[in-house]
């Protein structure tokens, strides 16, 4: 008989937040996935953070970010930081202002939950990040559909020059340098576009369905591919 194969090593996540009830209770959620997901460091700001992972480099599935660190306004700089370092960012905030949803999916994040969406969504938010996928909450499926005008989801200017050069190469690699992004930045916005046409009851599960909403949407011509 063969030998049985190892176990998978588990998920590993990095919680940056200024409140300790915060890394108890996601380490203790994370233990109670099935299977567990491990919490492989604690921040409680993004320097920190920054300074064991300074580059993304498949160390974590995600990194579970507070919104407001070390004040009550909203750390837009900390987002930005660790998304352009690579890291596939899951914003976990009280804040539900959709607005507030929005400028962090403009950003580069990957999902954004409320923290009173609770321990469920959590836990799908990060399994859904370890494979590259946005995971689409109630607070952020419900900011997405009011940034729509009749069925068009609201596309950031980013995401539409990344989309743009997504179907003029047959790389995503070659269009996070031609923009100058980390692929996992290019993935993203990708994955975030698709949840937003998905949220607008428009899905495009293709690369040939997602030219012709763009297409459709004047995002692109004819002659741009």
Not at 34 to 43: G, L, T
């Amino acid at each position: 008989m063969s030998a049985p194969a190892n176990p998978p090593e588990p998920l590993a996540i990095a919680v940056v937040d200024d409140h300790d009830v915060i890394h108890t209770g996601v380490s203790a959620w994370c233990a109670q996935a099935d299977p567990p997901i491990r919490v492989a460091s604690d921040h409680l700001d993004a320097e920190s953070f920054l300074d064991v992972y300074p580059k993304a480099d498949g160390q974590l599935a995600a990194v579970i970010l507070d919104l407001e660190l070390r004040s009550r306004q909203p750390d837009f700089d900390a987002v930005a930081a660790i998304v352009d370092a690579g890291h596939a960012v899951i914003v976990y905030s009280h804040l539900e202002n959709a607005e507030v949803i929005l400028r962090c999916l403009a950003i580069g994040v990957v999902t954004y939950l409320a923290k009173s969406e609770g321990q469920g969504h959590l836990i799908e938010a990060i399994r859904a990040a370890s494979t590259h996928e946005p995971y689409v909450g109630p607070r952020m499926a419900a900011a997405i559909c009011s940034d729509t005008d009749s069925g068009r989801p609201g596309l950031t200017q980013r995401e539409r020059e990344v989309l743009k050069a997504w179907f003029q190469t047959e790389s995503k690699d070659i269009v996070a340098k031609r923009l100058h992004l980390a692929p996992t930045t290019v993935r993203t916005h990708l994955q975030r576009v698709r949840a937003k046409y998905a949220a607008a009851g428009r899905p495009a599960a293709t690369k040939a369905q997602l030219v012709a909403r763009a297409v459709q949407d004047g995002i692109l011509s004819v002659e741009d591919l």
